[in-house]
């Protein structure tokens, strides 16, 4: 098992420029979260699923979009990046919900200019 | 609704013993805890469940109290792999599936 991948681990983009961060499971999970986490911060939740075809906002969903069309993929996409954007990103997921462990990927390490 | 830890930072020797608080305004469901080493992405350790039940290390001891909306984490018998950032998640009690975490608690352990 890879658990969860993430591509790419680095990024440097101009202000203005769209992305896709891409997320992928090979544990069957239902949940998968996207969370960012800016120096020396906790994560703060940005969207998550709970099964293909389904998402919900996070704490801090503004400047995203996610899709999710089947399991094992969740990317995220960022439309106009920002210099606020600048950030580590990772990707999760969980067997259930709140009573399950996440399980994070790597991280995509960001940044906006 | 992110909760906040204490320490922020702490220095430990090998062998020495260390506890890491969580405390939250909001009525909690479950406190996750998480171990991130530099550069790396956070690892599971344990859930605490409101009624009691707990999952994860068994080489980590936690406690839950529900009434205080606090949880603490305590570290024994310290091991250099223990270094690391300790973040605690907390789930309200709202129904959205929604884990906010605190700003980390930096553990050191020395020689």
């Known amino acids: 098992n890879a658990g969860v991948t993430q591509t790419p681990k680095f990024r440097i983009l101009k202000i203005g420029q769209s992305m896709t961060l891409q997320c992928t499971q090979d544990?069957?999970?239902?949940?998968m979260y996207w969370y960012r986490q800016d120096p020396g911060m906790g994560l703060k939740l940005i969207y998550y699923s709970v099964g293909a075809g389904i998402t919900d906002k996070g704490e801090v969903p503004n400047g995203y979009n996610v899709s999710r069309s089947t399991t094992e993929d969740f990317p995220l996409r960022l439309e106009l990046a920002a210099p606020s954007q600048t950030s580590v990103y990772f990707c999760?997921?969980?067997?259930?919900?709140?009573?399950?462990?996440?399980?994070f990927g790597p991280g995509t390490r960001l940044t906006v200019t | 609704q992110q909760p906040v830890q204490s320490p922020q930072a702490v220095i430990l020797r090998e062998g020495e013993d260390a506890v890491i608080n969580c405390s939250s305004s909001?009525?909690?469901?479950?406190v996750h805890w998480y171990r991130q080493k530099h550069g790396e992405a956070p690892v599971f350790l344990m859930i605490l469940l409101k009624g009691g039940e707990q999952k994860g290390h068994d080489k980590i001891s936690a406690s839950f109290n529900e009434k205080k909306q606090q949880s603490s984490l305590y570290l024994t018998a310290s091991q250099l792999s223990y270094s690391g950032t300790y973040f605690c998640?907390?789930?309200?009690?709202?129904?959205?599936?929604?884990?906010?975490f605190g700003t980390g608690t930096r553990l050191t352990v020395i020689p």
């Open positions: 909001k009525a909690l469901y479950s």
């Open positions: 998640g907390t789930d309200p009690q709202t129904g959205a599936n929604n884990l906010f």
């Open positions: 544990m069957n999970h239902n949940y």
């Open positions: 999760a997921s969980s067997y259930g919900d709140r009573d399950y462990e996440q399980y």
